[in-house]
C-alpha cells in the first residue's frame, strides 16, 4: 500500500509540474501575442520596448532584461551599447553597461563569445569557460539566454534574459518566443529607422502602403481616383483609370461580394462608413492584405455623389498573426498540431459527419513506460524518441486529410478520416503497433511499445468531447490489459474488429498453406435425378476457429486486398480438381464456382487470367461456369462487362446467382448473354402456392423460358419446395433436400454410381447438420 501511495504521490507530483509548466507557457504565449501587435501597430517603437521587456520578465520570471545595440567605437571596435534594461526589484543591480548614448566605458569584451553568436544562446555560469564565466558571475547571473536581433540581414544587437537566482533549464516555448519577439523588435525597429531615413516627402508618398481612392456614386460605380502609390502593388494608375469598372476585378473573388455588399449598402444608405480587411491581387499575382475604410458623400437630398476610400497595407501585421497562430497550434518539440489544433479539426471532422459525410475514428496513443525511458537516458532523448515516434505516424498516414497530433508528454492521437467500416481502424491501429515496437535508433537503441485506444464515430455520438472521453476509456483498457495492444471503445465491436483484422492476416497463411478447400454442391434435373453440374463452394479450416464460410471471409478478402490472390487459389483448385477426377476415368459436370466484385473490378483482364489457368491445366472453358451475383453486374463499369461479355465469346458459361435480389434483373438479361438463372434461396425458404415468393419464382422461369435461359432453383430442403417449383415450370434444382455440398471423394462415387441423385442418396435430410 505503501508503494502505491507513493507512486501515485509521484504521478501527482508530475501532474502537477506538468499543468504549471503548461500554464507558464501559456502565459509566455499571450505576452508575445500582446507585444507583437502593439509593436506592429507603432511607429515608435523605442517607447514601447521599455514595457515589453518588463512584461517578459515578470512573465518568464526572470531577474534581468536587457536590450543591447551594437556600437561602433571612435577606433573601429563593435561594443555592445546598452539600449533599455529591465530588472526584479529583489536584484542587486549589475555593473554599469555602456548605454547607447554613451558606449565608451567598461570593457566588455569578455561577453563577446556569448554576444557573437548568431543563434539562441542558453548558458549555465558553472558551465561557462573564462574568461566568459568570470564575466558571468561579475553581473551575478547564474543562467543566461540570449538572442540576436536583426533589421533584414543586418545584426543590430541582442536580447538577453538573465537568471540571477538558479541554473535553470528554459523551456523550448520560452525559447522559441524569444525568437519571435527578437524578430518582431528588430522589425519594429527596422520600420522606425526606415521612416527617420525617409526624408523626402515625395518618396515617402510614393512608397507608402496607403492607397486612397475615389469611386462615382452611381453604377456602375467606376474609379475616378487613385493616388499614385498603387504603383507601389505594380499598377499603373492612369490604366486603372482607363478602365474604371478594371479594379473590381483585382479583390480576391471571396472578398468580392463584400465589397459590392458596402458599395450598394453606401449607395442605399444603409450605411454610412465600412471598415473591412480584404485581400488585393497585385500585378505578379499574389494577395497583399489591406483595410480598406470608406465612407460616402451625399448629396442635399441625400443622394450619394461619391464614395471615399482608403486601403492600408496590413500584410506584414496578418503574417505576423499568422506566424503567432501557428506557434500557439504547433507542439514545439515535433512540430506537430497540439491539442487545440486537433480539437478544431475534430470539430471540423464531426460536423461534417453529422451532416451526412463519411465517418472517422480517434487513435489515442500512449508510448508505454516512456517515463523510464526519459530516466534512464535523460529528457534529451526522450524529445528526440517523441520526434522519431512523430516521424514514424506521419510515414503511416493513409490520407492528407488525416490529422496527427500530439496532446502533451508521451501521447499522440491520429483522426483517421473516411472510414468505412471500424475494421479499417484496427487495420491502421495494428500497424501503428508494429511500426512504434520496431527499435528506435537515437544514439542508443531504444525499444519501446504502445497502447491505442480508438473510438469510432457514429449518429448515436452526442459530440467531439463524448468521443474524447470514449478514446480515453479505451486507452486506459488497453494499458489495464497489458499494453502493447489496441481497444475499441465498445466490447463488442473491439472483439468482432480485432478477429475481422487477425482473420485478415491469418488468410495470408491459409493462402500459403493448406487450410483451404472446396466442397461441391450437386445441380439437379428434378425428372431424372441426373446431376447436372456442380458449385464449388471454398472453406477455411481455421486452427483457431474452425471451419469457416465463403460469405464470412470473402469480404475480409476483399478489405485487405487477397481477394485477387484467393479467386486465383480457387480457380485452381477447381481445375486441379477436375484433372484429378478425369485421370480417375471420370467425367463430372461443368463445375461452377462465383467471382466476388472485388476480384472482377481489381484486373481488366480477368478473362485474359482465366483462360491461361485453363490452357495451364488444358481445361476447355465449357467445364467451368462462373456465377456471378446481381450485385456484382450492378457494380461493374463498362470496362467490366466488356470481360463478362468476352467470358461469354470464349466459352464460359454464365450463371446470373442470387436472380430477384438486385435492382434491374431484366436490365442484366437485357445486357449480359448469360447460360443460367439462379433463383436465390430466399425466394424458396418460405415458398408457398399462394405467396409472392412462388410468383417471383415463375416469372424468373417465364423470362428464362422466352430467354432461351435454363433455370435453377436454389435452397430446395424438403419435398413440398420440390413440388412447388415443379409445379411452377422449373426443371433444375439445388439444394439439401438432394445433396449438401460434399467432398471431392463424395463427387466421385457420385460419378461412379452414374451421376444421378434422388433423394437419401447422400444424407438424410432431417439430421444432415448445416454447413455455417
Avoid at 6 to 30: F, K, L, W
Avoid at 363 to 368: A, F, G, P, V
Wanted: charge should be negative; charged fraction near 25%; include cysteine.
Amino acid at each position: 500500500m505503501a508503494h502505491l501511495s507513493n507512486e501515485n504521490g509521484r504521478q501527482h507530483g508530475d501532474s502537477a509540474r506538468r499543468d504549471s509548466q503548461a500554464a507558464a507557457d501559456n502565459s509566455v504565449r499571450q505576452a508575445i501575442a500582446a507585444s507583437a501587435i502593439e509593436l506592429l501597430r507603432s511607429l515608435a517603437p523605442e517607447t514601447l520596448i521599455p514595457k515589453i521587456l518588463k512584461r517578459f520578465g515578470q512573465t518568464c520570471s526572470a531577474s534581468r532584461v536587457q536590450l543591447y545595440e551594437y556600437k561602433r567605437l571612435p577606433g573601429g571596435a563593435l561594443i555592445p551599447a546598452l539600449r533599455d534594461t529591465w530588472q526584479a526589484p529583489s536584484v542587486t543591480p549589475a555593473p554599469p553597461m555602456p548605454s547607447a548614448e554613451t558606449p565608451a566605458g567598461c570593457d566588455f569584451s569578455q561577453a563577446v563569445p556569448l554576444l557573437e553568436s548568431e543563434d539562441i544562446v542558453t548558458v549555465l555560469t558553472r558551465d561557462a569557460e573564462e574568461p566568459l564565466r568570470g564575466f558571468l558571475n561579475s553581473v551575478g547571473a547564474k543562467s543566461v539566454l540570449l538572442t540576436p536581433v536583426f533589421i533584414g540581414k543586418e545584426r543590430w544587437g541582442g536580447i538577453i534574459f538573465e537568471d540571477c537566482a538558479r541554473e535553470r533549464t528554459w523551456s523550448s516555448v520560452e525559447v522559441d518566443t524569444l525568437k519571435l519577439l527578437a524578430e518582431m523588435i528588430g522589425s519594429a525597429i527596422g520600420r522606425a529607422r526606415d521612416l527617420q531615413e525617409s526624408l523626402d516627402a515625395s518618396w515617402v508618398v510614393e512608397h507608402s502602403p496607403v492607397v486612397l481612392y475615389r469611386i462615382g456614386g452611381k453604377p456602375p460605380f467606376p474609379l475616378i481616383y487613385i493616388s499614385r502609390t498603387v504603383s507601389r502593388y505594380g499598377y499603373d494608375a492612369r490604366d486603372l483609370l482607363a478602365s474604371p469598372g478594371l479594379y473590381l476585378e483585382v479583390f480576391h473573388p471571396d472578398d468580392l461580394p463584400g465589397v459590392m455588399s458596402d458599395i450598394n449598402g453606401l449607395a442605399a444608405g444603409r450605411i454610412r462608413e465600412a471598415r473591412r480587411e480584404r485581400r488585393v491581387r497585385v500585378a505578379d499575382g499574389s494577395y497583399v492584405w489591406f483595410e480598406d475604410r470608406t465612407h460616402g458623400h451625399y448629396g442635399p437630398g441625400g443622394e450619394l455623389l461619391e464614395i471615399e476610400g482608403v486601403l492600408v497595407d496590413i500584410t506584414e501585421r496578418k503574417n505576423a498573426e499568422a506566424k503567432l497562430e501557428h506557434v500557439s497550434l504547433s507542439d514545439p518539440v515535433t512540430g506537430l498540431p497540439n491539442r487545440r489544433a486537433f480539437m478544431i479539426e475534430l470539430d471540423h471532422a464531426f460536423a461534417a459527419a453529422h451532416r451526412g459525410g463519411p465517418a472517422f475514428a480517434i487513435h489515442y496513443i500512449d508510448l508505454d513506460r516512456f517515463k523510464d525511458i526519459n530516466d534512464v537516458f535523460g529528457h534529451s532523448k526522450g524529445d528526440e524518441l517523441l520526434k522519431a515516434v512523430a516521424d514514424r505516424l506521419r510515414r503511416l498516414r493513409r490520407r492528407s486529410a488525416d490529422v496527427i497530433a500530439r496532446f502533451g508528454g508521451d501521447e499522440f492521437v491520429i483522426l483517421q478520416s473516411e472510414i468505412s467500416d471500424p475494421s479499417d481502424a484496427g487495420a491502421l491501429a495494428a500497424r501503428l503497433l508494429k511500426a512504434i515496437a520496431e527499435p528506435f535508433t537515437i544514439g542508443n537503441e531504444i525499444h519501446t511499445t504502445a497502447s491505442i485506444g480508438i473510438a469510432v464515430y457514429g449518429p448515436d455520438v452526442s459530440g467531439p468531447e463524448e468521443l474524447v472521453k470514449q478514446v480515453d476509456l479505451a486507452l486506459y483498457r488497453a494499458k489495464d490489459l497489458g499494453r502493447n495492444q489496441f481497444h475499441f471503445h465498445s466490447e463488442a465491436l473491439d472483439a468482432a474488429t480485432i478477429e475481422r483484422v487477425m482473420l485478415g492476416g491469418d488468410l495470408q497463411r491459409a493462402l500459403d498453406g493448406d487450410e483451404l478447400l472446396l466442397n461441391f454442391q450437386p445441380q439437379v434435373e428434378i425428372a431424372t435425378g441426373r446431376i447436372i453440374g456442380f458449385e464449388a463452394l471454398a472453406r477455411w479450416n481455421h486452427p483457431k476457429y474452425g471451419s469457416i464460410g465463403p460469405t464470412r471471409f470473402i469480404a475480409i478478402a476483399e478489405s485487405n486486398g487477397t481477394i485477387h490472390r484467393l479467386g486465383c487459389w480457387v480457380i485452381d483448385a477447381v481445375c486441379h480438381q477436375i484433372v484429378e477426377w478425369r485421370a480417375a476415368g471420370l467425367k463430372p459436370p461443368p463445375i461452377a464456382f462465383n467471382v466476388s466484385a472485388g476480384q472482377l473490378k481489381g484486373t481488366a483482364e480477368f478473362d485474359r487470367e482465366l483462360a491461361d489457368r485453363l490452357r495451364h491445366w488444358s481445361i476447355e472453358p465449357k467445364a467451368v461456369e462462373i456465377e456471378l451475383t446481381e450485385t456484382v453486374l450492378m457494380e461493374t463499369t463498362r470496362r467490366h462487362r466488356d470481360i463478362i461479355n468476352r467470358l461469354y465469346d470464349l466459352g464460359v458459361p454464365i450463371a446470373i446467382d442470387d436472380f430477384g435480389t438486385g435492382y434491374s434483373s431484366l436490365s442484366y438479361l437485357r445486357n449480359y448473354r448469360v447460360n443460367h438463372i439462379k433463383v436465390a434461396q430466399e425466394f424458396i425458404k418460405d415458398i408457398k402456392p399462394d405467396s409472392g415468393d412462388i410468383a417471383i419464382v415463375r416469372a424468373a422461369i417465364g423470362l428464362g423460358r422466352e430467354l432461351g435461359i435454363a433455370v435453377i432453383a436454389e435452397g430446395v430442403e424438403t419435398k413440398y419446395q420440390l413440388e412447388l417449383v415443379r409445379g411452377a415450370g422449373c426443371e433444375f434444382v439445388q439444394g439439401y433436400y438432394f445433396s449438401p455440398p460434399v467432398s471431392a471423394a463424395d463427387v466421385a462415387d457420385l460419378l461412379r454410381r452414374g451421376g444421378v441423385l434422388s433423394p437419401g442418396t447422400v444424407a438424410n435430410r432431417e439430421s444432415e447438420a448445416r454447413l455455417p
